[in-house]
């Protein structure tokens, strides 16, 4: 091994690790279960249903990792809580948690119902608040750990119809800090990654109007989406000795999209 790749196996390597990854089953979620084991994690996938997992376990099994596919409703907080107990217990520890899992309901602030706000609110913000508290108290008897949000862009740029969950993004973005802030004295890291416009099965009904896909890849400085997969290298960051002493960030990886844009048309803009 030269000096090189002894650096990178040791900063990057998370051989003998344990993770749990909410929402493994969309499109973010799979593509992070299968680079954390890719590293050398054993894996506990997490999604409403085992059929959702199926073939992230099966992936996962052929690149030669390791994952455990568990089942929990977040919306239900007892299922959340039990979930991190299940993992813990599959895995045998519990050094990276992941919290990706996330739903939305597009509607205009005016139509939003109780039950919209309490629904988005309990997935995307309760179980990840709770679900990480269980997950501190592993990690802070074992020394240590990683814990990573997965934000979203809504959190720092209004969309129209997405109010709710923009809250709970929004929400996430500060609950890093302070969990960051409480929590360093344990030797535990809490980062978010804000991932920018990202082609998933959640923002589908988003990529398959050819206006809204027009109107937000024209606003992309580098006028594409994000692929999952574009996810992993912060992830694995977060998640490795490379970032033991990173800790309450949000990391942007959209583009561009954050850092503002041009106000002359592409045509002007391949001449310059």
């Not at 997405?162 to 969990?179: D, E, N, R």
């Not at 490379?242 to 850092?259: E, H, K, M, P, W």
Request: charged fraction near 20%; include cysteine; charge should be neutral.
């Amino acid at each position: 091994m030269t000096a090189q790749t002894s650096i990178l196996h040791r900063l990057f390597s998370l051989e003998g690790k344990g993770a749990l990854i909410t929402g493994a089953g969309g499109g973010i979620g799979s593509a992070l279960s299968l680079a954390l084991a890719e590293a050398g994690a054993t894996v506990a996938i997490h999604a409403r249903t085992l059929d959702k997992l199926a073939a992230l376990q099966c992936r996962i099994e052929q690149a030669g990792g390791k994952a455990i596919p568990l089942t929990a409703e977040l919306s239900d907080l007892r299922a959340a809580r039990r979930l991190v107990d299940e993992a813990h217990a599959a895995l045998g520890r519990l050094d990276i948690l992941i919290n990706c899992a996330a739903t939305n309901r597009r509607k205009p602030i005016a139509q939003v119902t109780e039950d919209d706000w309490e629904y988005i609110m309990a997935v995307n913000l309760r179980s990840l608040y709770f679900i990480s508290q269980a997950a501190y108290r592993i990690m802070r008897q074992q020394g240590g750990g990683k814990i990573i949000h997965i934000g979203s862009i809504n959190s720092h740029f209004a969309l129209g119809s997405v109010s709710v969950y923009g809250a709970s993004k929004g929400a996430i973005a500060q609950l890093t800090k302070v969990m960051a802030v409480e929590w360093a004295k344990d030797h535990i890291q809490v980062n978010c990654i804000i991932p920018g416009f990202v082609r998933t099965p959640l923002s589908k009904p988003i990529w398959d109007d050819p206006y809204k896909a027009e109107w937000l890849c024209s606003r992309i400085p580098m006028r594409r989406l994000a692929e999952p997969e574009e996810l992993v290298g912060a992830a694995l960051f977060l998640a490795s000795s490379a970032s033991d002493y990173v800790t309450g960030i949000t990391l942007f990886v959209d583009g561009g999209f954050s850092a503002g844009g041009w106000w002359e048309p592409d045509e002007v803009l391949q001449k310059l």
